[in-house]
């Protein structure tokens, strides 16, 4: 049943990236829901094992579908969610959703002002205030809305079963 969930989130996602967000462009911003579900399922995510095999999943499909070098693009996803996943523990006093809305802010930002400066060799201000900051802010939005849905959905705690010997 657990598989069937997270074929079914991903397929939405991307169906959401794909039919919604690819040809949105909110002040500037190409917004990544598939970075936002990525970071969200590294914070939950107790299997290193699944984490990165849904990360890789998601940068494939990415990589093929965002018009950008399939190599970088999987690379960046990979190792943003081995170092997500690494961290996610830390501050202990920093709740869960917090954690994801940061970590969904900073990788934005720092793949849009990567790619960008891969692309032209340059990073300029109105870059950052026209791409790279609109970017992490919808971002951001789309983990905000993400993160409980999927905390609801796939990992909530199961009531956990007592035997009762009389």
Same mark, same amino acid.
């Given at each position: 049943?657990?598989?069937?969930?997270?074929?079914?989130?991903?397929?939405?996602?991307?169906?959401?990236?794909?039919?919604?967000?690819?040809? =949105?462009?909110? #002040?500037?911003? +190409?917004?990544?829901?598939?970075? *936002?579900?990525?970071?969200?399922?590294? &914070? @939950?995510?107790?299997?290193?094992?699944?984490?990165?095999?849904?990360?890789?999943?998601?940068?494939?499909?990415?990589?093929?579908?965002?018009?950008?070098?399939?190599?970088?693009?999987?690379?960046?996803?990979?190792?943003?969610?081995?170092?997500?996943?690494?961290?996610?523990?830390?501050?202990?006093? =920093?709740?869960? #959703?917090?954690? +994801?809305?940061?970590?969904?802010? *900073?990788?934005?930002?720092?793949?849009? &002002? @990567?790619?960008?400066?891969?692309?032209?060799?340059?990073?300029?201000?109105?870059?950052?205030?026209?791409?790279?900051?609109?970017?992490?802010?919808?971002?951001?939005?789309?983990?905000?809305?993400?993160?409980?849905?999927?905390?609801?959905?796939?990992?909530?705690?199961?009531?956990?079963?007592?035997?009762?010997?009389?």
């Amino acid at each position: 049943m657990r598989n069937f969930k997270v074929f079914l989130w991903i397929f939405i996602v991307f169906l959401i990236q794909t039919v919604i967000l690819a040809r =949105a462009h909110i #002040f500037g911003a +190409a917004a990544s829901a598939v970075m *936002a579900y990525v970071v969200c399922v590294m &914070i @939950l995510e107790d299997e290193f094992k699944n984490a990165v095999t849904i990360s890789i999943i998601c940068a494939a499909a990415m990589g093929a579908l965002g018009g950008r070098s399939f190599a970088a693009v999987m690379l960046f996803y990979t190792y943003s969610s081995i170092i997500v996943f690494s961290l996610r523990k830390k501050p202990v006093y =920093a709740g869960n #959703f917090a954690k +994801a809305l940061l970590w969904t802010f *900073a990788l934005s930002a720092v793949s849009e &002002i @990567l790619f960008y400066a891969a692309e032209n060799m340059s990073v300029s201000t109105a870059m950052l205030l026209n791409n790279a900051l609109p970017t992490a802010v919808i971002n951001t939005v789309l983990a905000a809305v993400i993160y409980p849905i999927l905390k609801k959905t796939m990992y909530k705690e199961e009531k956990k079963k007592t035997l009762l010997i009389a």
